[in-house]
């Protein structure tokens, strides 16, 4: 979650499990394991769905805020922090910060730095991490440029990332040039959800990057067993990627079909081919029909 080679393994420990604020030292934390049960209801409901473990910290403003809060109201004490590293952004010049818009392909690469449940927080970054996402960035497309088009990627040994092949899983062009299916002419970019590429690599074994785009059609079509791609090679951080996916699936449960208004908007239509809401007012014909 850590931005790669910038963050000690002392300061990664001190990140605030709530607010992602890497503690300064002799400053007063609170320890997960050690707050009272009435905190940890607290804390796992508001940074679900991210994991919680008794190693992990809280900082003090963000525990001041939960012996007052409620569940169904999640808040931070610390509200301009760059997920990438920690830091906070009200101690960095204002030049010193980058916007992160929606559609930049950086932003597909700190969203893996960012816990889950700070997604939707998540609108500038630090100039190093910015320029750390963008070495990726540039280095994922150079790869697969070189890959499409049939040759050999030339890299220095200290530029070669290290590289997983699998005789099982296949993924997609980590670029945002195009859309993900092969030979579409699709005009859109867009950012493909969480719960589609969680769907796709455990129905399907076709990994999905952050980086990756999809058209409108193929959104809304939801084909995904049509997938094709010749890539089976992983970085080493998106086969971490799989494998925390695949982790987390193994201990959830998104499928509950005697009320498929529990379930997410993608996985609810996937399922049963339509939202949730249809779904009651279907019920609620049947239900009327029956009681005429």
């Known amino acids: 979650m850590n931005r790669r080679g910038s963050v000690t393994s002392e300061s990664s420990r001190r990140r ?8 300064p030292r002799n400053t007063l934390i609170h320890r997960v394991e050690s707050v009272h049960e009435n905190i940890r209801e607290v804390l796992n409901s508001w940074v679900t769905p ?72 998540l609108e500038r970054a630090c100039a190093a991490c910015w320029r750390a996402a963008t070495r990726t960035v540039d280095r994922q497309q150079q790869h ?29 062009a ?52 049509e997938l094709t791609s010749t890539l089976t090679d992983f970085t080493t951080h998106q086969f971490d990627e799989m494998m925390s996916i695949m982790e987390r699936l193994s201990v959830r449960n998104d499928l509950d079909f005697s009320n498929p208004s529990n379930m997410s908007p993608v ?4 399922w049963i081919g339509m939202s949730g809401d249809q779904w009651r007012q279907q019920r609620e014909i049947v239900h009327s029909v029956q009681n005429t």
């Open 16 to 23: 605030c499990i709530n607010c992602s604020l890497a503690i």
């Open 50 to 121: 991210t994991m919680v473990t008794p190693e992990h910290v809280i900082c003090h403003n963000c525990y001041l805020l939960m012996q007052e809060g409620t569940i169904s109201s999640p808040e931070v004490g610390h509200q301009s922090v760059c997920f990438g590293c920690g830091v906070s952004l009200l101690r960095t010049s204002e030049r010193r910060t980058y916007q992160i818009r929606p559609d930049c392909p950086q932003r597909d690469v700190i969203l893996q730095w960012t816990p889950l449940h700070l997604v939707s927080r």
């Open 144 to 172: 697969d440029l070189h890959r499409s088009l049939g040759s050999e990627e030339v890299l220095t040994t200290d530029e070669r990332p290290s590289r997983i092949t699998s005789s099982l899983y296949r993924r997609a």
């Open 174 to 225: 980590s670029t945002t040039n195009h859309c993900l299916y092969m030979n579409c002419t699709g005009a859109e970019r867009l950012t493909i959800p969480q719960e589609t590429r969680e769907m796709v690599l455990k129905n399907h074994r076709f990994y999905i990057p952050a980086g990756a785009r999809i058209c409108q059609y193929h959104l809304d079509n939801g084909h995904w067993g």
């Open 267 to 270: 996985m609810c239509h996937y």
